[in-house]
């Protein structure tokens, strides 16, 4: 009997394609359906987040109880954190140019995890302000760029951080000692997957590895440790996003090509690469624009190009309005 229902059911499969394309009725795919599936827990997830909000936005009061509420859910899913061991910072070397000197800085954010940097420092004595400036996907990573030199001859120093699998930190290579993947796209996600089977995420290692960089940067006597800010665009912009929600010594930060709804991210992308995302950041109805109001009230500037891979339109909605430039986002 079961052999004949299924005998039956495969010989009418091809009438009822037929039946979908006479009467333009959208195929079904598995893919598609599973998709589907998620993408409404996401919504519903972000609904509920949404509604919070709203009564949040009815005095300055409720703000900060929501904004002290959606940092602490954060720092839950962001995991336990290492304990802080020494860094056992070094200088390898020294760069003189117009205005600035390089120094050339490498430090362990935990025993045996060494993180490479370079830092652009004004000339003249005293403290500097300083920027921490976190790389976008680039196969380089911190190699030497315009923008810290503007900066440090305009009397911001400024420290680049290779990521993990980028720079001097690539993890996966061959026997010649060349890269092993495609980019670091490719690297991250291979690299989130092991993560996430101990309880951790790629993304939480690299916070740690930028909190850390600010440890580095406050323990010297030409810095300001009251005048610290963090910038980055792409992936950069995602390491922002999350190292300030982290680490309350960022007083001014800058996020580009990043910042946008959640949802609307998955709905056109699905999830990217794996630095871009921390587990159960719906579970605990945390959006991208709450990593913004973390900062309250120091400020945060968002910079979103018109055309970019960064949905414009997610940008805008980041925040509770649907106006674009209600929030003070920046277009390319």
């Not at 954060?74 to 290492?82: F, H, K, S, T, V």
């Amino acid at each position: 009997m079961k052999l004949r229902k299924l005998v039956w059911i495969v010989c009418l499969l091809p009438f009822v394609l037929q039946g979908q394309e006479q009467f333009r009725a959208l195929s079904w795919k598995n893919n598609l359906a599973v998709h589907s599936f998620l993408m409404r827990e996401v919504h519903e997830q972000y609904r509920q987040r949404e509604e919070s909000l709203a009564e949040a936005f009815q005095s300055p009061e409720a703000m900060m109880d929501y904004v002290r509420a959606v940092r602490r859910r954060y720092l839950d899913i962001l995991g336990e954190m290492p304990e802080k061991t020494p860094l056992q910072a070094q200088v390898t070397g020294v760069e003189h140019q117009q205005g600035f000197r390089m120094e050339k800085i490498v430090f362990q954010s935990m025993p045996g995890r060494y993180v490479t940097a370079s830092l652009y420092l004004p000339e003249g004595k005293g403290k500097h302000a300083v920027t921490v400036s976190l790389c976008g996907h680039g196969l380089h990573g911190k190699r030497p760029g315009a923008t810290p030199v503007l900066l440090a001859r305009n009397g911001i120093a400024t420290l680049v951080v290779d990521p993990i699998g980028q720079g001097e930190r690539w993890q996966f290579i061959n026997e010649k000692g060349e890269y092993a993947t495609r980019g670091t796209t490719t690297e991250h996600t291979l690299l989130n997957a092991g993560c996430v089977a101990v309880g951790t995420s790629l993304a939480a290692l690299q916070c740690w590895d930028n909190h850390r960089a600010i440890d580095y940067l406050v323990s010297r006597a030409d810095i300001d440790a009251d005048r610290i800010g963090v910038w980055g665009s792409s992936g950069g912009g995602t390491e922002t996003t999350y190292l300030i929600g982290m680490d309350e010594r960022v007083k001014v930060a800058a996020i580009c090509s990043y910042f946008s709804r959640r949802g609307r991210t998955l709905e056109l992308q699905g999830p990217s690469d794996g630095c871009q995302h921390i587990p159960h950041e719906g579970e605990a109805g945390i959006e991208l624009a709450d990593f913004a109001l973390m900062m309250a009230p120091r400020p945060v500037l968002i910079l979103n190009g018109k055309y970019d891979f960064v949905d414009l339109w997610g940008a805008y909605r980041g925040g509770r309005g649907t106006e674009p430039g209600l929030y003070g986002a920046g277009c390319a």
